[in-house]
């Protein structure tokens, strides 16, 4: 089950999350600029690696303290379907986000739970060299969020019928329930070795949305 659209209106123009959407392709064209080893550097200087990170390790000639990798490492992605596959999503779900807590308080909440997704990842794993990319935590929280104040509102979302694929609009806790079921699996069936998804970003991610959305949520007049 694959959400595609989201036809619920909302009432704000969604500029914070376009403008989060153009940063991050544009942060991901540069990076396709780079020569392999600049590419190699850029990673390290703006993505989170935890036993840098706990032992405040900075790359020589590293553009920014390592605190603010918390933050960048949010623009970054490894390929192309991670980039598409993040914002899609994003646009599905965020703009209805945005328009239950306004601009200001769905930026301070994208940050927030982008840093807290990253923090178990870290703790759990102090002595990975491992670089943390992408927007992934900040958008599991805007999942998390969504099914938190609308989990009853219908999203079209693609099914297998059989063998052949479906559209059709389906509760938008179907949707959410089962993605963080496909996390929850793929995080306690994948070993260290075959790892390539820091999956705990996307749980915690999702656990600090449904958590924290309630504080940034606009009540309607």
Not at 201 to 206: A, D, I, P, Q, R
Request: with cysteine; charged share 10%.
């Amino acid at each position: 089950m694959f959400p595609v659209r989201n036809p619920n209106p909302t009432s704000i123009r969604p500029v914070i999350t376009i403008g989060l959407i153009v940063i991050c392709i544009l942060v991901f064209l540069w990076e396709l600029s780079l020569e392999p080893k600049e590419a190699v550097r850029a990673i390290y200087s703006f993505a989170v690696t935890p036993i840098f990170f706990l032992h405040k390790v900075e790359l020589v000639g590293s553009p920014i303290p390592i605190e603010l990798t918390l933050i960048t490492s949010l623009f970054l992605h490894a390929d192309i379907w991670h980039l598409a596959s993040n914002l899609l999503f994003f646009w599905i779900f965020g703009k209805t986000i945005e328009d239950a807590t306004g601009h200001v308080r769905f930026i301070l909440f994208y940050f927030l739970c982008g840093i807290i997704a990253i923090m178990p990842y870290i703790l759990l794993n102090p002595t990975s060299q491992n670089p943390i990319i992408g927007a992934s935590g900040a958008i599991s929280a805007v999942l998390g969020a969504y099914l938190r104040l609308f989990p009853h509102s219908r999203i079209v979302a693609v099914y297998l019928r059989g063998f052949y694929p479906a559209l059709a609009r389906v509760p938008a806790e179907w949707v959410l329930i089962f993605w963080y079921g496909l996390q929850l699996i793929y995080g306690i069936f994948t070993t260290a070795e075959q790892e390539t998804v820091a999956w705990e970003v996307h749980l915690s991610g999702f656990a600090a949305g449904m958590l924290f959305v309630p504080l940034f949520y606009r009540s309607p007049k």
